[in-house]
Structure formats: C-alpha cells, structure tokens
C-alpha cells in the first residue's frame, strides 16, 4: 500500500473516532505522531479529502467530516429531520461543527417558520445563534441537497376541499414523512397537461418534485414518472412502497446472465479439492416455516466434557464474484427485503435459494466456525474452515417448540441421534444466554408483526411472532459465530466491517431516568446496562412492557456498520460483526471475503478504512430503508383492513402519553392508533409527566401508561399512514386500578385537592 494512502486510512480512522474533536492539521500530526516530512504529506492529504468531499474545513481551519460546518464559524451543515407536529425540527452536524461559543452542538433546534422548506432527511446548511432559552437554535439557510425528489401520490383532475384553487391536475403524496413546517405536504402538487396518459381520479402514481412548496406548503410542481395502477387493487400497496422507497423490481440481465454461469460451473458431487469435508457430521437447519433460503445450519458434538460447536454459514462469496455484476448490484442493494407479501433478494434466487442454500441431502460449500466450550463456557479454541456440508434435515421453528415441550412425542418419528442433538443445543444455548444476560447483554427484542393474506394479498389477520426457546437458540450460536470471527480479526489488527452499537449519550439516559423514575416501579436510577435490564424485567408481562420497551430503545443509539472498534453495547461485546447472513446482507459478504483471503494464506490483507467507512454507511442506510418499507407495508395493509371496521370497538392498551393525546396499541390485532385529546370525555386535561397520564379536572377522568382501554376505531387516513381512534371505556379504572385518590367533590381537580390537603398538614406541623 502507498504511503499516502496509509496515511489517508490512519487520518480517516482518527477522525471518524468517537473521541475525535474539530481539530487543526497541526494537532491532528501530533496526535498521529508525524515528523516534518510527513506533516506536509497529511497537509497535502487532508487538501485532497476536501476536494474529494471526504473531509471539510469549519470555522478556523478546523477539520471534521464531510457535511459538517458551512461557509462561517456560526453555520453547519447536517441532516434536518422533523419533531412531530408543531413546525419544528432538529439539524444533527454529520460530524462535529461549532456553535456561537465555539462549542459543538449534538442536535440545532430549528423553530417553526426557520425550516427553509426542508423536508425530512435533506442535507441542510443551518446559521445558528444563541437561542433562547439557554442552547443554540437554527435557521436553515440552504438546503444543499434534497433527500429524496421522487414520490408516490394519489392522482386526482382537481384538489379536494379544502384546497379551493383549481390548478387542474394534481397529486396528493403520500406518507407521513412528508411534512413542510408541521402542515402536511397535501396541498397538492401540480402535474400540468396529462392528456394521453390513461389516467382515473384516485390512481396511485410515482412522480418527481421539480418545484418544491414553499414553508407555507403553498405550490409545487411534479412530472408524472410512473401511473401504479389503482388504488383498488391490493397489491398496489406493496408497488407503492417499493416505488417510495426505491427498492428494485427485478435483476439486470446481466447479474441473470452471471448467475447462471456459477449455476454451471458448480458440480455439488466434486466440490472443490481445498475444503474440509465436514459432510458426516449430524447438520440441521432451524428456520421460519415459509423461509426459502437457508444460510446457516449447527452441528453440535460433546467430548471428554468439552462442547464442540460448529457454525456453518452458507459461502456466498464463492458464487459472487469481487467487481462482477452480482457483486455490483449486492452492494447497491446492500440487503435482502423481507415484505409481507414478497421477498425482495439481495443476489439472485439461483444462489440465493438454490447454489448456496443449505437445503437437506445437498451438498454444499460454506464457511465453517468452530468453537470448543468447556462446562462453564470458557472458550478453548476456535477456527474457521472452508467447508463441505450436508445438512440431514430442515426444521422450523415451530417443530423445535413443539418438540421441547414434548421430546418423547418425536423420538420415533425423527430418530434418536437427531433428538440427542436437539437437547443438546438445547442445554448449550440456555446457558450461554443465561451467561450472557448475567454479565450485562441486555434483553431489548420486540416482538415483528406477521400478516395473514388471501391469495389476493388482502390481509385476514395479524400476529406477533413470539420470540421463543426455538428463536433464541439459534440467535446464541449465531452471535457465538459472530463474535469468534470478529475477535480472531481483531486480533490480526485488520480493517473489516464490524457492527457497531456505541453507548447511550448521557442525556438520553438522564431522560429515561426521568421517565422510568415517573412510572413508579420502584427503580429510580437508570445509568447502567444492568439498570436498563431490571427496568425491563421489572415490566416484562405487564401492559406497560410495550411502552417501555419502546422507551429503552428510544434512548439508545442505533447498530451501525463500519470499521471503526468500538464495540457493541446492547450485547455487551467488545469485539463483534456480522458474519451469519452472507445471503441477505452484504457487509457479512465482505466478512467472508476476508476470511477467505485469510485462509488461503495470501499476504495480509489491505482493506482501505476510508473504503470501509463508505461501504459501512451505504449498509447501514439500506438497512434503514429496507425496515423502513418493511414497517411501513405492514402499517398501510393494516389500515386497508382496519377501513372496512369503522365503528368497531377493539381492546388496546395506552403504549404512549402526550399533551394532545394517547397512543394506543391494540391487543388482538397488533396495530397502533392515535386518540386526539379533543376526543377524550369534555374536560381541561393537562399532561402530567410524572406518572405518564393525561388528567383531567372532573373525576375519573384520567389516562395513563398502561391503562387498558375499550376503543372504538374512528378513522383511517390512508394518506397520512394513521389510525384514529376513540376511547369507549378506560377498563384500568372501572377495576379500580392504582391512581391518584379522588377529589373530596364531584367535578373537582384530584390533584388540587391534593395540594388542599398536605398545606392543611403542614400547617398542623408548624403550630405543634
């Protein structure tokens, strides 16, 4: 490798570092330790990254990451994303930045009416000042770059009421992300003259900004990409969201072409020669009942008191090839996307479910780690290999419940040797997960909802999916996997994609500190994992779980990938990738390629950081938006569903409180619906953040985390993406559950009345 670009990988990794503060050239070459010479070659380095766009100057010849600072030392640059509601939003600095005091701001409060027209995700330029009340605010200068210029719509010849203009055609976009200084971006967009086009009022279409509103939501202008088809026909939903969320339809020639060509040469009865041939050890699989991949399987062996487990991980990078078609296109995809009704694949299903699938009685190449444990899980060795296996039979999920529950019910049908093998991963995955929650990995799984459709892909019905002793021995061996390849890594000082979960930011937990001490469960300090972990077993099985939950999560930064060291928070892992699911992700493609060059003892491998910062943050956003299409799917067949039950009365628990109402989580359809407060029974209700309630002045009326409703469904708004609900009965307090004591008159403030109260005792204290 080139001087300068060791250079240029040792400067990137010290200022993509967590610890790394805006910093002149001169102190970055003291830190790095440079002399003369090369103090003028990182000067020469750092002009080239600004050139490039990888790096940027702020105020005083500060350097940080790209997107950072603007033009001055009292402006940034960074993503604007909007608070819900109240025409506000926050800008968070790519990396760094500056504020009036020569501080750097984590997140730039932008008022309402200072918004520039920017919209959720855009790439802005904020002037910021002191604000306020204490802090900087900001006002957005620049939008430098849109996020996104493409949208999916409703067509209509005219605007509906209340828009009186007639501007003649227009589309109405969709989604709730779509927001122009707290108004929704419904006042139509102009789509000029579409005479020829065959289009009908409510068709679903795809069209491109080219004249965005203004901040009062006024104007806008669009062209017509793509007519969907009509908003009647259910499978539009699922075309919809592909097109809002640019997921692809269908593979290029080229990466079919490219497929078919590793289908023919791949002779499964003369794998290659250089592999360990692993084909005689008792191998299954454990995977969803409707999954059609199956990229990873466990063999599990005991000897002279010792476990030897083996995780074998379909060898993807054998079949894509390093810069071929498939390649390019795994990369530009980044991950498999698992919709309701349709799965779409990061490589084409000639691999991906045939070539490298781990199907029964095949023959297949994978990737192989293998750990030996002693009784109290001290692991003793590890190795990777290159593999031949041969899986001996596929199971579900379900089956292996069933079998749990009851072993002797299956001996006969699938053999001993296989039942043997069952209690033991069994017995080995309990105690590794009992060890780990024990030394502080915390518990923070909600649960997926799964849709029940009709061959039309209407929905039926829904569920979660519970996360059961069948899910969580396979996840254990899983992260084993994972783990035991990143340390070997790690060890070697390589640079290779790890997953990364940094720690909560202080003021994040200071906040659910807050919330938790205001829900009254007798814990009062949330500052450590192991806090974190009682608050949730201290819930678990209780209404409030889901609230909680949420309200962990909320607190904690999201799993990213890059190539940065520094660990995983919520698993308690100092060392930790992705190295499992070569098939639907591809930084464990780039994992594997790695490892392979390891193996075949090449010289060290010279993985460029900057290359892998970029490839980590091209990941990480495809994984973002593929659960963001995945989530939002879901959320709009719901509402189709749910449309059909206007004034149907459901049962649901209060999962989140605000000043202008409650969110509620239904129970036997697990979809969640807004109550406005102006729906609430009349009354002045204020929020009360101390026990999470909205309470009113009249008697009885209060509602709070947890408590258990009657609801009536009132309103689905397709557009927007919500469900409006209304509440028939609080059932929390028809039983009578724990709640402040009721006011001594009909009509007035339990809380007042309170207040009444401990002056009076006061008062009796000081005389006596």
């Not at 040797?417 to 024990?438: G, Q, S, V, Y």
């Not at 029940?452 to 002793?469: F, N, P, Q, W």
């Not at 994992?529 to 949730?536: G, K, S």
Request: with cysteine.
């Amino acid at each position: 490798m080139e001087v300068s670009q060791q250079l240029t990988d040792r400067l990137l990794r010290w200022v993509h570092a967590a610890e790394y503060r805006p910093s002149k050239p001169k102190q970055i070459a003291t830190h790095l330790k440079l002399d003369g010479d090369e103090y003028r070659e990182l000067r020469r380095v750092i002009k080239q990254l600004v050139l490039e766009g990888r790096l940027v100057y702020g105020g005083n010849h500060l350097v940080m990451a790209a997107a950072a600072v603007g033009g001055s030392a009292d402006s940034i640059r960074g993503k604007f994303r909007r608070a819900m509601g109240g025409g506000f939003g926050f800008v968070r600095p790519s990396s760094g930045g500056t504020d009036a005091d020569g501080d750097v701001p984590e997140d730039v409060f932008v008022p309402p009416g200072a918004t520039g027209g920017a919209m959720e995700g855009d790439l802005v330029e904020v002037e910021i000042s002191p604000g306020r009340r204490g802090g900087v605010e900001g006002v957005v200068i620049a939008v430098i770059q849109r996020e996104r210029r493409q949208f999916t719509g409703t067509f209509r010849t005219k605007p509906m009421p209340p828009d009186e203009e007639d501007r003649g055609p227009v589309v109405e976009i969709d989604g709730p992300v779509v927001y122009l200084d707290g108004v929704h971006f419904n006042a139509p967009v102009s789509v000029g003259d579409v005479r020829g086009l065959p289009l009908v009022d409510d068709d679903k279409v795809f069209v491109e900004i080219v004249d965005f509103p203004d901040d009062d939501g006024g104007g806008g202008e669009a062209v017509i990409l793509e007519r969907l088809g009509s908003s009647k026909n259910p499978a539009i939903d699922t075309l919809t969201i592909m097109r809002q969320y640019g997921l692809p339809d269908e593979f290029p020639a080229a990466v079919l072409d490219e497929a078919r060509v590793r289908a023919d040469e791949f002779d499964e009865d003369n794998p290659p020669e250089d592999r360990t041939d692993l084909s005689d050890l008792l191998t299954i699989t454990i995977d969803p009942f409707d999954a059609r991949d199956f990229d990873d399987a466990i063999s599990l062996g005991r000897e002279d008191g010792r476990w030897r487990l083996w995780v074998h991980i379909a060898d993807v990078s054998h079949f894509v090839h390093v810069g071929g078609a498939i390649d390019e296109e795994a990369r530009k995809r980044g991950t498999s996307v698992y919709l309701p009704d349709r799965v779409i694949p990061m490589i084409p299903e000639i691999i991906s479910n045939h070539l490298a699938s781990l199907q029964p009685d095949r023959r297949r190449l994978v990737k192989s780690v293998e750990i030996e444990f002693t009784d109290d899980l001290t692991i003793t060795h590890t190795e990777t290999h290159n593999a031949v296996i041969r899986s001996d039979k596929r199971f579900n999920y379900e089956q292996i419940d069933q079998y749990l529950a009851s072993p002797e019910a299956f001996r006969e049908e699938w053999g001993e040797p296989i039942c043997e093998l069952l209690d033991n991963m069994h017995t080995l995955a309990m105690k590794m997960r009992k060890k780990r929650f024990r030394e502080g990995s915390l518990s923070m799984d909600m649960p997926d909802i799964k849709l029940d459709l009709d061959r039309l892909g209407k929905v039926k019905g829904a569920y979660l999916v519970e996360h059961t002793e069948s899910h969580q021995i396979i996840e254990e061996f899983m992260l084993a996997g994972n783990q035991a390849v990143a340390y070997w890594l790690d060890n070697l000082e390589l640079n290779f994609l790890h997953r990364i979960h940094a720690p909560p930011e202080r003021r994040k937990l200071r906040s659910l500190t807050s919330f938790v001490k205001d829900l009254g469960i007798g814990i009062d300090n949330v500052e450590s994992r192991f806090e974190i972990q009682a608050v949730l077993d201290k819930v678990a099985g209780t209404p409030m779980e889901n609230a909680v939950n949420f309200a962990v999560l909320k607190s904690m930064n999201k799993a990213v990938y890059g190539p940065h060291r520094e660990g995983h928070y919520a698993l308690d892992m100092e060392h930790y990738c992705h190295f499992t699911s070569p098939i639907r992700r591809y930084p464990d493609l780039s994992v594997h390629r790695l490892v392979q060059k390891l193996i075949d003892q090449k010289s060290t491998p010279d993985e460029s950081f900057a290359e892998l910062v970029k490839l980590g943050h091209e990941c990480s956003d495809a994984e973002r938006n593929a659960a963001s299409a995945e989530r939002e799917l879901i959320q709009l067949k719901l509402l189709h569903f749910l449309k059909k039950k206007i004034g149907e009365t459901l049962e649901a628990v209060v999962s989140r409180v605000f000043a202008d109402g409650l969110h509620a989580r239904c129970i036997k359809l697990p979809v969640d619906g807004f109550v406005p407060v102006t729906t609430l029974p009349s009354d002045q209700y204020r929020f009360e953040r101390r026990g999470q309630m909205l309470v009113g002045y009249k008697e009885g009326n209060q509602f709070r985390l947890g408590d258990q409703l009657v609801v009536r469904i009132d309103k689905v708004d397709l557009q927007d993406r919500q469900l409006y609900l209304q509440v028939v009965k609080n059932l929390s307090a028809a039983k009578g559950s724990a709640r402040p004591p009721k006011a001594a008159a009909k009509g007035k403030s339990i809380y007042k009345s309170k207040r009444k109260n401990e002056r009076r005792e006061k008062k009796k204290k000081r005389k006596r």
